[in-house]
């Protein structure tokens, strides 16, 4: 497995990079696998450290945790510990769906866009146009899963909505977290 730890303005050392590859090999290989990358990010916010950690399985799946502490040791085994119960709660899941699979996930490119929300309220006239102002252009990936690995994907992932094409489909489909806290899914 790759790993990839940087620091947002901290200095990463040796040891702590020791220690986060030995206790997150240890977590993901236990539960995942075929792990291929793993990147945990160190921040520090006034007297509090954060870590965040992403794994990339070959399945296509991603799974992400986060944590706080006082401690930069004690954020890093928090968030690992939430990765550790994350990947626990769906291995059989992740089994069941992906024991028939024996190839990766399809991936597409496409553009993804972000809008200004012309919300700045400096003034209250009319907009001179209805288009809309393009903040950022990026490219992204668009996974070609069933609709019950889409809503897998979307929990281990912590995301409210995600956008996948279906399997054997070129049509392109969502599946949303609905405020009553079950799943929705737009099959167009």
């Known amino acids: 497995m790759r790993y990839q730890i940087s620091g947002k303005q901290i200095d990463i050392g040796e040891a ?28 520090k916010n006034a007297s509090e450290f954060a870590c965040e950690a992403v794994v990339h399985l070959s399945t296509g799946l991603t ?4 944590a706080k502490a006082h401690e930069i040791y004690a954020a890093f085994d928090a968030c690992s ?6 990947l626990r709660r769906y291995k059989r899941r ?24 012309e ?3 400096a003034d209250d006239n009319e907009p001179d146009s209805l288009q809309p102002i393009i903040v950022a252009e990026m490219e992204t990936q668009i996974p070609s899963l069933s609709v019950g690995e889409a809503v897998m994907q979307m929990e281990l992932a912590g995301a409210p909505v995600l956008v996948f094409r279906k399997e054997g489909k070129e049509t392109v489909n969502v599946v949303y977290r609905r405020d009553d806290g079950n799943i929705g899914w737009i099959d167009p």
Request: net charge negative; proline share 3%.
């Open 94 to 117: 992740l089994k069941d769906h992906y024991k028939d699979r024996s190839e990766p996930v399809e991936l597409t490119g496409v553009s993804s866009y972000i809008l200004s929300s």
């Open 16 to 43: 702590l990079q020791t220690h986060v590859k030995d206790e997150l090999g240890v977590v993901v290989s236990k539960y995942a696998e075929r792990p291929t990358d793993a990147q945990v990010t160190f921040s």
């Open 63 to 66: 799974a992400q945790a986060t």
């Open 119 to 121: 919300a700045d309220g």
């Open 81 to 86: 510990e939430k990765m550790e119960k994350q």
